[in-house]
């Protein structure tokens, strides 16, 4: 039995630590040749290991390029201050349907844990709910208790229920504005 503990929500972080950047066609091509041409062209360094799912760098940037000015609800390179650097990529998986739109994201090993995942939640959340076609945010983590869990949850998001997508097991998180 799955039994999850009640957390307050808590204030987004006061201090600006992650920046979303909306990337175009020229920064996906730029990730897809590789981190030295990536932190060339974005201006600043790249975390190792900021993209693991780079199978998807590809479908991302062809969705950029059919769509260049209208990409509201897609992918986000999440940029750190002090010193700058791309930390990791997330964003909407499509923009919402029935109200509801998924979001996800991933952080380089070497930067996990210093509040880069919440702050990017945090900020992606702000981004969705200030349309009024999104009236709620799902996100999926590995069927098992980790730190994905406790970003979301940091997050005001609360288990929904199991299931499967695309053939893997997940937990299915939601979060609806308050008010």
Known sequence: MLMLVRVRRPRPYADAMIHLVRPSVELMGAALAGD????????????????????????????VAAAPLDFAWGTRFFVADGPRRLVGWGGFRGSPRDGVVELGYEIAVA????????QATF???????AYDDATAVIAHTLPELNASNRVLEKAGFVFDRPMSVDGE?????MLRPSG
């Open 36 to 63: 030295d041409v990536l932190a060339r062209v974005i201006g600043h360094d790249v975390a190792p290991g900021w993209a693991t799912f780079r199978e998807a760098l590809q479908p991302t940037r062809d969705a």
């Open 169 to 173: 097991s997940v937990w299915r998180f």
């Open 111 to 118: 930067e996990r844990g210093r509040g880069f995942a919440t």
């Open 123 to 129: 900020a992606m959340l702000a981004e969705a709910f």
